[in-house]
């Protein structure tokens, strides 16, 4: 798995989903697997084949999480300067075809929630306002065609 780039705050998410999964689901599922196997022949126990499938999925992701975790590397949030759109900065931008206005915060792909304005970094809004400054325009490549931003403010 590649280098991880996350904020402190999305480190410690990871690590309480991790947690959760290993502390309340894998219990769970470990008895449900108990529970099936003492209803009798396993090799026609639906119940027992969904419980132990379930697990594989469970222990992948948990798996997935702990390689996440260890491959990650902090970004240092004093060391981000708002004179150009980077990550971790929030920017306000108005949206020249229509005159709205809306404010993104860039972040990590594992911190991106769209209904908190935080979207990733690899998305095609993000890369088309990174480098900019205040009062320049992005021009953004999306399905529906260009979009253009003018950069109003920068800030963390």
């Not at 150009?84 to 404010?103: C, D, S, Y």
């Amino acid at each position: 798995m590649a280098v991880t780039y996350m904020t402190a705050e999305g480190l410690q998410k990871l690590k309480e989903e991790l947690q959760f999964l290993e502390g309340t689901e894998r219990p769970r599922v470990i008895a449900a697997i108990a529970e099936a196997r003492d209803k009798g022949d396993l090799s026609e126990n639906a119940e027992y084949d969904a419980a132990k499938e379930e697990q594989g999925h469970l222990e992948s992701k948990i798996a997935h999480l702990k390689a996440k975790i260890m491959d990650a590397r902090i970004i240092d949030e004093s060391a981000i300067k708002t004179d150009e759109v980077q990550i971790l900065t929030r920017v306000r931008v108005k949206n020249l075809k229509n005159g709205a206005e809306k404010v993104y915060q860039l972040v990590t792909e594992g911190e991106a929630n769209i209904l908190e304005g935080k979207i990733a970094v690899t998305t095609p809004i993000a890369k088309g306002l990174m480098g900019k400054k205040v009062g320049e325009v992005a021009e953004v490549r999306v399905p529906a065609g260009i979009m253009q931003f003018e950069i109003l403010e920068i800030s963390i």
